[in-house]
């Protein structure tokens, strides 16, 4: 594929696409200043982190900088450090309604005056944060490869804390944009997005200057460098992106005060998700630390399934009775954690509730796991996992109890008679997939994040006739329905936002 002004153009259409229900996003951020929806803050600071990178890439410098600054706002206000009161609101507003207008007129975006709107931001921004985090701000690190060679990235110690005590993996990717256009036929927008829906850029840039965009985007190679941030080990990065071992750089974290700073109860997680901090169980659950979706499985859906097979158990006699099913799909497997997750808090329930009494068994729970990628499924099928990755959660203490250890691989594998819970299949959203019949409840796995809206919605509205009356739709922590729900209704239990379906 040529790069031309097509891809401004796409660029044009997805950003605008984006920004199209910001001005209800913000008010209702505004309406709720004192509890914002953490769901959907972190939508807004994904849009204008997205919008950024895209500039960035395509050299729009004014519309990469006032993304930048309002993707700050968001960040902070995630953090705790700024409230979504009127006045910030309003200014966002008015930054939505100026990059709007760059987008309108995306050739010559770049001498337009937005001087007024980026310094009422910037004001804004810094008189509400403490001089703590105005310090970390403004304090950078050189960063260098685990082997200490200087990779000529640098970030701020705000940033680089809170990813340091999340244990997010820092790398340098670097792509050939040009061979990537050729061999597979993919565009840097298309890369962007995939690179968003498994971590952050952090910043990235070309060695070669795209210079003026009148003239079109030049033919020759693209060379793009990504500080790129990820739960993902080296491992998982290769498989992921592709890239040959020598253009994968593993970054060395200085050592710095990783303590989670704290302001109205409210603390930065990952990229992915805001919570507030609570007391935590010490059975907190599951492979992923702070997956609150999972507690909230456990401590509201569970009990309500639990009830309704004890009341069908005891309403139908046993010889006209049918086994009380329920049914739960794990949508995008990733490694596999998820559906093992579920399957482990479901055993538990019923031995720590004592259902085998009332005549409930892991046999009434149905385990449906899908994912588009074959290799997906072959790892998680196998459910073989590193110690630190089963270190956490309901396996911490007593892996043996669920998975079996393989002494010379230095890992562990889940124990048949939990996998025996989870049926697999390979099924691609984009493909009809009403045969698989309904379900209690759906968990998706990064499904929507590297959706469009109108995808997004188009995958929702599947997901409803195949949900039983009163089922729940679980989307991944930071992937926002919001806007596009239908008949869902949103409920809030703890830190997670999930969706029940209403009507028919």
């Excluded at 007129?105 to 008189?127: A, C, F, P, Q, T």
């Excluded at 971590?199 to 795209?210: A, Q």
């Excluded at 093992?340 to 019923?350: F, G, K, M, N, R």
């Excluded at 196998?382 to 007593?398: F, L, N, T, V």
Aim: with cysteine.
């Amino acid at each position: 594929m040529n790069f031309s002004i097509e891809i401004i153009n796409q660029f044009v259409t997805e950003s605008k696409e984006y920004l199209e229900n910001l001005e209800d996003d913000l008010r209702d951020l505004e309406k709720h200043k004192n509890n914002p929806d953490p769901a959907l803050l972190n939508k807004v600071f994904r849009i204008h982190h997205t919008i950024k990178e895209g500039a960035g890439f395509l050299g729009l410098k004014n519309i990469n900088d006032l993304a930048l600054i309002m993707e700050n706002m968001f960040s902070m206000m995630r953090a705790g450090e700024i409230k979504p009161e009127s006045v910030i609101i309003n200014a966002l507003l008015e930054g939505a309604d100026c990059l709007n207008a760059l987008l309108d007129e995306i050739e010559y975006s770049n001498e337009m005056d937005i001087s007024g709107v980026y310094k009422h931001l910037s004001n804004l921004l810094s008189g509400g944060l403490s001089e703590q985090v105005k310090k970390e701000l403004n304090t950078n690190v050189a960063l260098s490869s685990v082997n200490g060679e200087n990779i000529g990235f640098e970030m701020n110690e705000f940033t680089l804390k809170y990813l340091s005590a999340e244990h997010q993996c820092l790398y340098v990717l670097k792509y050939d944009l040009m061979e990537l256009s050729k061999s597979e036929n993919k565009t840097p927008l298309w890369l962007i997005r995939q690179l968003l829906g498994k971590g952050i850029i952090i910043e990235g840039r070309l060695e070669t200057s795209l210079g003026d965009l009148h003239d079109g985007l030049p033919l020759e190679p693209l060379l793009y460098e990504v500080l790129y941030s990820t739960s993902l080990d080296t491992e998982q990065i290769q498989k992921t992106t592709g890239l040959p071992h020598n253009c994968i750089i593993q970054v060395n974290r200085p050592s710095l005060d990783t303590g989670i700073h704290k302001k109205n109860n409210v603390s930065i997680l990952d990229d992915n998700q805001v919570t507030v901090i609570t007391d935590t169980a010490a059975d907190e659950i599951p492979f992923f630390k702070d997956y609150h979706p999972f507690n909230t499985f456990r401590d509201y859906i569970l009990p309500q399934i639990g009830e309704r097979m004890s009341t069908t158990i005891e309403r139908i006699p046993q010889v006209n009775r049918k086994e009380p099913k329920a049914r739960i799909w794990s949508v995008g497997l990733s490694t596999g954690q998820e559906l093992y997750s579920i399957a482990i808090l479901i055993y538990e329930y019923i031995k720590n509730n004592h259902l085998s009494f009332s005549g409930i068994s892991v046999n009434d729970f149905s385990l449906l796991a899908t994912d588009e990628s074959s290799e997906a499924l072959a790892r998680a099928i196998r459910g073989e996992y590193r110690d630190i990755e089963i270190s956490r959660g309901p396996c911490a203490g007593k892996k043996s109890r669920y998975f079996r250890h393989e002494p010379n691989e230095n890992s562990w594998i889940i124990h048949n008679w939990i996998r025996s819970m989870v049926e697999f299949r390979q099924i691609s959203l984009a493909s009809p997939f009403t045969f698989l019949g309904n379900f209690d409840v759906i968990f998706c796995h990064n499904v929507f994040t590297s959706f469009d809206t109108k995808t997004r919605r188009e995958v929702v509205q599947k997901f409803f006739p195949m949900l039983s009356e009163n089922g729940y739709l679980f989307p991944w922590p930071g992937e926002t329905l919001h806007g596009i729900t239908g008949k869902f209704e949103p409920i809030k239990y703890g830190d997670t936002i999930f969706y029940e379906k209403k009507g028919k």
